[in-house]
């Protein structure tokens, strides 16, 4: 659709010209007419048309004048001259002004539906140009947003690398760490997570994380606010946030304010922190970092050694049995929080590594320790990590099968061999858990042997 205006002051002109735009092949929308000049700047102003039919020969306001004004004002619009004076002062302002075509009266409609394909034709290489310039700044834009993100994850997410300041480039970074206060979210979903599905807030701006799915960072921030109004702010915006996503069990930590790049680190500490210090069972809902006077009250899952035994022995029935019955110890505890595991979890891969070091001269699986990190980093539910360790342990439980140094069909030989190899007061409870079981029912001790 292309829009015009018709500026002459005779009548049965406006009215021939109309009638010879009516075949046209484009579709037209005519926006006005007008007699004079004077008239015409005032229609030009209020409309904006992208074609302008005018006479030269005008009332108030001629058309040399109005086709330099419109030349000056608006660029941008096509001028189409129609006059009955082949007059060269008149072809020269024409010229001057950049004008499509300058038809005399009386003009044929192919002439003037020629003039008219010139002028779209004008107007739509223009409009093609000023898209490829819109979208090259909203490329280069995102392009430096996305050179940005990555900048900040490298700070957020490998604090060694972070050994100078960050330069960032795009303006809606530049408008982020330009703020007093700063708050970061990360946010976490048992599904995977889009910010599309997210509701969007000015100040603000979603961040996906680069190793889940299922996590992202929320960074917002507020020029004039004190720590106190940005911490009640972003609360209300985690709520909003969990109100309106489409997962009844996302979760978001919540960090303290923060200023600059410097604290970055330290608010995606505080907001796992906060993600973790929450009960296993306990979903949809925000929790903000707060620094704890108290330790949190220990609790300890007592068959630990026992399932080392069974790593050692090579059993990875008795350990997936073993690791079914560490998940549900926690589930079953009122006070347990998603740390408790987490940190029970990383002693249990400290000593499995340990018995693998032991036993596999070729150091196999020595980056357990890490790994398990790097789970427990992007992991707040107990699904996700009780299928790491099911798979860890029972893993390393195969792979030392073959090196079994609990062979004996002696029960008694076992226990003296285990008591040997380890510490005699951390095994204490798990030699009586398997000495208990071998006078219980004398069959057990089958699964020594195996």
Known sequence: MYTFIVVDDEPLIRKGLLKKLESFDHSLELLGEADNGADALDLIHSSKPDIIFTDMRMPEVD????IRTIGQQYPRIKLIVISGHADFDYMQEAISAKVVNYLLKPFSREEIHSTLHQAINAIEQERSLEREVILRTVETEQMKIEADIQALLNVVLTPSAFSKQPVFRS??????????????MTIYSPQPLSGIELPTFSNSLYIPHPQS???MFFLMHDKEGTIQELQKMALQTANMILDKAKSADLCIGISSPLTGIDGVQEAHHQSI?????RSITDFGKCYVYSERNNPITPLKWTRMFELLFFIESGDSQKV???????FAFFIRQPDALLTHVKEHCRDIITETKRLLNKYLQNGSNNNSSSSLEAVLNVSFDMESIRQYMKKVLTGSALLLKDVNPYASDQVIDNVKKYIDNQNFHSIIGTISSICWKEALCPQTKTFIRN
């Open 213 to 215: 799915d299922q996590l």
């Open 273 to 277: 922190l906060a993600l973790n210090e």
């Open 63 to 66: 058309g040399k004048l109005l």
């Open 171 to 184: 303006a809606e970074f530049d408008a982020i760490f330009n703020s007093e206060q700063l708050v970061l």
């Open 320 to 326: 997936e049995e073993l690791v079914t019955d560490f």
